[in-house]
């Protein structure tokens, strides 16, 4: 079965510093997401990526955050400079080009925040 | 009210008990719903979409009901690797978002 693959794992990130967490999706896939899980609480919507645009963001996905796809093939998301509350489980998503297709999670990238 | 809402549990059963777990939803959430199953610090796996005429897999079963804002889960004949946290999705009009629940956790024990 494919699979939706991100780097690193887990990075450990002074305040301050930028990070960028990558992103393989699946190759037949046409929209991509991010979604963030900090420790405990609910999975959060972060931003919606097709057609090499942002077509939703959420209130979290302030001017720190951006996402790329420049090559066609990784999918990523930069924080320019990250806060302790940015610490939290980042997941990739995608899905085909289907209305109501099943949306694929990566197995997420851990985010610590010192 | 919050948009996906649901008992966080933890719900201990034995193994081959049945076990239902609910969940309400706000008008924001309400286009199509989800159960996804996320073991611990791992990803969300979709374990079956709800139809409002209710639907079945298995060992699986989701009830929707529109009229009360509530859908459900039943889980038949619980195996030890049911045990997981268990995730009410929606999703709402004219967006792409899934909208998670904060889960309800599921411990079965033999």
């Known amino acids: 079965e494919p699979e939706v693959t991100q780097t690193p794992s887990h990075q450990v990130t002074q305040m301050g510093q930028e990070v960028i967490l990558r992103c393989v999706p699946i190759?037949?896939?046409?929209?991509f997401y991010w979604y963030r899980q900090i420790l405990g609480q609910k999975v959060e919507f972060l931003v919606s990526?097709?057609?090499?645009?942002?077509?939703?963001k959420s209130e979290i996905f302030d001017d720190q955050f951006s996402v790329e796809r420049p090559d066609g093939s990784n999918f990523t998301l930069k924080i320019r400079s990250t806060k302790l509350e940015d610490s939290a489980m980042y997941f990739c998503?995608?899905?085909?080009?289907?209305?109501?297709?099943?949306?694929?999670f990566g197995e997420g990238s851990w985010l610590t925040v010192v | 009210r919050k948009e996906v809402e649901q008992d966080p549990g933890p719900f201990n059963v034995p193994e081959g008990a049945t076990v239902a777990f609910n969940c309400t939803y706000s008008?924001?959430?309400?286009?199509?719903f989800f159960w996804y199953r996320q073991d611990c610090r791992k990803e969300p796996k979709l374990l079956m979409s709800v139809y409002s005429s209710g639907n079945e897999d298995g060992r699986f079963t989701a009830q929707l009901n529109r009229a009360s804002q509530y859908i459900s889960l039943l889980i038949r004949d619980s195996k030890l690797s049911d045990s997981a946290t268990y995730l009410c999705v929606g999703s709402s009009y004219n967006t792409d978002k899934l909208i998670f629940g904060t889960g309800t956790r599921l411990q079965v024990f033999p």
């Open positions: 990526f097709y057609n090499n645009e942002i077509s939703e």
């Open positions: 008008n924001s959430a309400s286009q199509s």
């Open positions: 998503a995608g899905r085909t080009g289907n209305s109501g297709n099943t949306i694929y």
């Open positions: 190759s037949n896939h046409l929209y």
